[in-house]
């Protein structure tokens, strides 16, 4: 009875090791590999974050013509620069015009380099970076930039999605804290970020930012929980 018992609880596990394989595949089925180079060297750059979205302009039913972010995905770069991420919009893009889909890469201490050329369709995706060498207070007018390109305020999943996103911009900006002589710059980061977890509804948005960000916001960016 024990044998039979041990051997039902064996294919159980394996079983269940097949279909986590399965479930992993369909998961990543429609996504492309890319990858993220050093301009400056011309290799690849391992360690830093990538992101992929859509915008475009609804059909019908907002008469406002505003541009929407449609989707977004956000993936690690290994240690090689390799990423996946898809390249086709989300089933909701049925419903928008004009799409255009952006992809960006960020890791600490390193900036936006164009490669030199577009690839063509059906090639792998590539974004170049390179060293940051200006100085602090640029340097975070930048990171403030790269949170406001990529908010996406009315996709549901957003804030679950760009918290690795969000959390290696920060551990940077905390990092250089000491550093930044200007700190208007450092709480409208914070301002930033806030809105961003309030879902971007100006309406939520606490008066007093900078209490909110230290009472809800900073541990879990510097945290690995997710």
Same mark, same amino acid.
Request: hydrophobic share 40%; glycine share 6%; charged share 30%.
């Given at each position: 009875?024990?044998?039979?018992?041990?051997?039902?609880?064996?294919?159980?596990?394996?079983? /269940?090791?097949?279909?986590?394989?399965?479930?992993?595949?369909?998961?990543?089925?429609?996504?492309?590999?890319?990858?993220?180079?050093?301009?400056?060297?011309?290799?690849?750059?391992?360690?830093?974050?990538?992101?992929?979205?859509?915008?475009?302009?609804?059909?019908?039913?907002?008469?406002?013509?505003?541009?929407?972010?449609?989707?977004?995905?956000?993936?690690?770069?290994?240690?090689?620069?390799? !990423?996946?991420?898809? &390249?086709?919009?989300?089933?909701?893009?049925?419903? !928008?015009? $004009?799409?255009?889909?952006?992809?960006?890469?960020?890791?600490?201490?390193?900036? *936006?380099?164009?490669?030199?050329?577009?690839? /063509?369709?059906?090639?792998?995706?590539?974004?170049?970076?390179?060293?940051?060498?200006?100085? &602090?207070?640029?340097?975070?007018?930048?990171?403030?930039?790269?949170?406001?390109?990529?908010?996406?305020?009315?996709?549901?999943?957003?804030?679950?999605?760009?918290?690795?996103?969000?959390?290696?911009?920060?551990?940077?900006? *905390?990092?250089?804290?000491?550093? /930044?002589?200007?700190?208007?710059?450092?709480?409208?980061?914070?301002?930033?970020?806030? !809105?961003?977890?309030? $879902?971007? *509804?100006? /309406?939520?948005?606490?008066?007093?930012?900078?209490?909110?960000? $230290?009472?809800?916001?900073?541990?879990?960016?510097?945290? *690995?929980?997710?």
């Amino acid at each position: 009875m024990r044998t039979v018992k041990r051997r039902r609880s064996n294919m159980h596990r394996a079983f /269940a090791a097949v279909l986590a394989v399965v479930l992993a595949r369909q998961a990543s089925a429609g996504d492309e590999p890319g990858m993220v180079m050093d301009a400056s060297a011309g290799s690849p750059l391992g360690g830093a974050i990538a992101a992929v979205w859509w915008t475009g302009y609804p059909e019908k039913g907002d008469r406002s013509g505003m541009i929407e972010c449609i989707g977004i995905r956000v993936a690690n770069v290994d240690a090689n620069g390799r !990423f996946r991420l898809p &390249v086709t919009p989300p089933k909701t893009a049925e419903k !928008f015009r $004009d799409i255009e889909r952006h992809v960006l890469a960020f890791k600490a201490g390193y900036m *936006d380099s164009p490669l030199g050329r577009v690839p /063509a369709e059906g090639e792998e995706t590539k974004i170049g970076l390179r060293p940051d060498v200006r100085p &602090v207070r640029e340097r975070m007018q930048y990171l403030l930039a790269m949170l406001a390109r990529v908010e996406c305020r009315k996709q549901p999943n957003r804030k679950a999605e760009l918290l690795p996103y969000y959390r290696a911009v920060y551990r940077e900006v *905390d990092a250089l804290r000491p550093m /930044a002589a200007d700190d208007r710059i450092l709480r409208e980061i914070h301002r930033r970020l806030v !809105f961003a977890w309030v $879902d971007g *509804d100006q /309406a939520r948005l606490p008066a007093d930012t900078e209490r909110y960000f $230290d009472d809800n916001v900073k541990a879990v960016l510097l945290s *690995d929980e997710q």
